[in-house]
């Protein structure tokens, strides 16, 4: 029934001097329009909007309701308003007609952080007036940022992908790779994009240690949040110089290395101190560092950039009993040596400049056991160490280079002898001599704990002693000294488990033990402690497989090596040439015209 107005209207007649009052009633529509507010019904769908978590004093895309005139009238439409931290915009006209519809959408703007509310309320002539939808959103800020890789070593001239991952007030996280702004430490090391499309694109143009930095606003017009620093080494893309240390005649011998060949030309030799186990290079080959496990000492060298040379850099420092070979950590910055006998590692730091020697305040750090050899994950932020009793304890390295145990030990094999960790920091290696195996580990890049690899122990060959990882993650190679081979081994990316190369390589000398790959990932040398050589592989980059290359003589019994990088290839420049005459007993002499 249509609703009317009552409106009564007196009229009075005076006739012949008698007053008559009549009274007359009319009924009006309330809308001359035709507006029927008990019949017309409105609909609006859905019932609640949820926006879920948004950056506060930004704004979402919109969210649409759906406002329909059910009929059978037209409805005119008052008012609609959002409220709380919420915006609405329309196509609605000021009358509805029965059976049309139109939307309303919907923005979410928070203005605090937390769970936000709202109505949207819509007012018109309708007998369901007002219709209403319920809002809800949650208002977040940015807490933190973190770069990955936590590590990396780049090489000159080559370039790596950083990302930023933002963490928010309510434990979400989103990339905020091409949101950051990037910063580097040292431009002259490494430099980092800003330029959408390549952020966080790192490349390599000089030699050093530098540092990577995430930032981003909180919120729009809030203070920064910058992304703990990622820091690494550039090192020197070109292998130059091979030191091997002769523990037999108290040498360290100096080769150079062809980049392109991999051909080793005896460069001459440095004395050391007595009985040499070990030879270790700072990750941007100015520094070498030779163990003398008889005297108990550590010889500093300088390295010469042009021809190798190594010109001790001051007097033998002193380390604890029968020291072990040494490690540089790989951001060029401490200098670790395992005592066996004592039972405690020395630590120094290294003087950037000279190389010098400086013992780390609490140096020598007791480990409870003894020490055989020690290993650094890419980020210098873990050292482990094997210990006698076929243990690996892990210690984390603070920024004065001070060593403070974390977690329990795990166990290895039989025997364990030295450990390798892969160049991305994910996994680690442990040769076991007695086992002829080799343990595998997945690396926590938060706590530096160690957790055994599914199918861990891994087969290798008879007395498994020297092991390493090729620069790009790949390939494990393993010297085994009981039958005189070489072990390859692919590595799961996901998994870390070893995938044995076909069978072991057979060596051309007897018990190799110490080895190492080219900074290009092209050459593998093997040194032949009995045999006095070293046996150079070259490398099948698609699928790890060696193939043999040379045999080069060095000095007496030599037991480990190590090789130096440099920014340029060694270039041979021949300047005499000799003839050996055989008919008249002389040689001639000639010098080459350049």
Known sequence: ???????????????LGIAWISTAILTLPADAQGHDRKKAFVSVTPHDLKFGSLIVDTSSTAQRAKLRNAGPGTVKISRIVAHGDFRQTNNCRSELKAGNSCTISVFFEPTATGLRTGILSIDDRASNSPQKVKLTGTGIILTSIAISPASFSLKVGKTLQLTATGTFSDGSTRNLTSEAKWTSSNTSVATVSNVLGRKGLVAGVGVGLVTFNASRASFP???????????????????????????????????????TTGLLRDAG????????????????????????????????????ATTGRLTQSEAAVSVGSSPNPAIVDPLGRFLYVPNTDSANISAFTIDQSTGVLTAVSGSPFSIGS?????????????????????????FSINASGALTQVGSPVATGTDAFFMAVDPLGRFAYVTNTTSNSVSAYTIN???????????????????PIGITVDPSGRFVYVANSGDNTISAYTISSSTGALTQILS?????????????????????LVGDFQSN??????????????????????????????????????????????????????????????
């Open 1 to 15: 029934m249509r609703q009317s107005l009552r409106k009564v209207t007196h009229w009075t007649f005076r006739l």
């Open 221 to 259: 017009g809030g203070g920064l949040i910058t992304g703990t620093g990622v820091r690494g080494p550039v090192q020197p893309p070109v292998p130059r110089f091979a030191y091997v240390a002769n523990q037999g005649d108290n040498t360290v011998s100096l080769y150079t290395l062809d980049a």
């Open 269 to 304: 030799y440095a004395l050391t101190g007595s009985q040499p186990r070990g030879v270790a290079v700072d990750p941007f080959g100015r520094f070498a560092y030779v163990v003398n496990a008889s005297d108990n000492t550590v010889s500093p060298y300088t390295i010469d």
């Open 370 to 394: 003894n020490p055989v050899s020690l290993a650094t994950t890419p980020d210098g932020n873990f050292l482990y160490v094997v210990i006698g009793d076929d243990m690996v304890s892990a």
């Open 445 to 463: 890049s938060s706590t530096g704990a160690l957790t055994a690899v599914p199918g861990s122990p891994f087969a290798s060959g008879a007395e």
């Open 504 to 524: 072991p390589v057979p060596e051309p000398g007897l018990n190799p033990g110490s080895l190492a790959v080219d900074a290009s990932g092209s050459f593998l």
């Open 533 to 594: 050589q070293v046996t150079e592989y070259t490398i099948n980059n698609p699928t790890g497989e060696l193939n043999f290359a040379r045999v080069t003589r060095t000095r007496v019994e030599p037991f480990s090596l190590a090789l130096a990088s440099g920014t340029t290839a060694v270039t041979y420049t021949p300047t005499f040439a000799y003839v050996a005459n055989g008919l008249d007993n002389t040689i001639s002499s000639y010098i080459v015209d350049h």
